[in-house]
């Protein structure tokens, strides 16, 4: 089993950036891919951003393509979210997520994860 407790939220204006970090402790890191969610009041919660385990296999939504980044560091058990060029519709709560059954290939499906952390807010004012 894994733990994660991501970090790194906050308000920004529109156009802002922030660095949302996940930690991971509790079992070896390089065998889980991970997955960044958000959900926003009243909303279904979203796939963002995906990695496998190996670290070079990412994908996007198409929402955030170009301006979101997601990346880990295996040494350190921690998975990166690099979002520049934020607008208000990403306003929500962002969650990360692992998953060891597929690891070696990302996915935004929220139902093929199995940890959870409790998520950080993120805020975009206009």
């Known amino acids: 089993q894994v733990q994660l407790v991501e970090s790194g939220g906050g308000s920004v204006q529109s156009g802002g950036s922030l660095r949302l970090s996940c930690a991971a402790s509790?079992?070896?890191?390089?065998?889980?891919?991970s997955g960044w969610f958000r959900q926003a009041p009243g909303k279904e919660r979203e796939g963002v951003a995906s990695i496998a385990s190996g670290s070079t296999t990412t994908t996007y939504a198409g929402s955030v393509q170009g301006r979101f980044t997601i990346s880990r560091d295996n040494a350190k058990n921690t998975v990166y979210l690099q979002m520049n060029s934020l607008k208000p519709e990403d306003t929500a709560m962002y969650y990360c997520?692992?998953?060891?059954?597929?690891?070696?290939?990302?996915?935004?499906?929220?139902?093929?994860?199995?940890?959870w952390g409790q998520g950080t807010q993120v805020t975009v004012s206009s």
């Open positions: 509790g079992d070896t890191w390089s065998n889980y891919r």
């Open positions: 997520a692992a998953d060891s059954r597929w690891r070696w290939s990302p996915s935004l499906g929220k139902d093929t994860y199995n940890y």
